[in-house]
């Protein structure tokens, strides 16, 4: 059975956010699976985001996890709810701490991660990079 994270790697491998969409109910959904978590139909199709969304959670990092990360913190790791619907657990950059908010619009760019690989974070609407 194919990997179905695959696609979505992909896409960020090329700075973009592709979502699953059921091409039965219409519905996208995070993280991918082989199967629409709505209505159980294994044909799906991907689409790109549209790269907005608003912010549902956040924490910020103050304490490295490991070695890799201490030139990064502190960091925000968020739950952004994308414009599509479906949450995406990510990072915010460009805001401090005292901007973030509940429903801050959040705009999609892609960041070098400590390991090397490209992953979506987002900013905060009109900051530009
Ligand atoms: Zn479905």
Redesign the pocket.
């Known amino acids: 059975m194919p990997d179905p994270l695959a696609p979505l790697l992909e896409g960020y491998a090329e700075d973009r956010l592709r979502l699953p969409f059921?091409e039965?109910?219409g519905?996208p959904h995070l993280y991918p699976r082989a199967r629409?978590p709505?209505?159980?139909?294994a044909s799906l199709a991907w689409r790109e985001a549209s790269g907005r969304g608003s912010l549902a959670s956040w924490s910020v990092v103050h304490r490295a996890p490991s070695p890799d990360f201490a030139a990064e913190v502190p960091y925000t790791v968020a739950l952004v709810r994308l414009e599509e619907g479906p949450q995406l657990m990510t990072r915010v950059v460009d805001a401090p701490e005292e901007a973030l908010r509940l429903g801050l619009p959040l705009t999609l760019r892609f960041a070098t991660m400590p390991g090397g690989e490209r992953r979506p974070v987002f900013a905060p609407e009109g900051v530009s990079a």
């Open positions: 059921c039965k109910c519905k629409c709505h209505c159980g139909n």
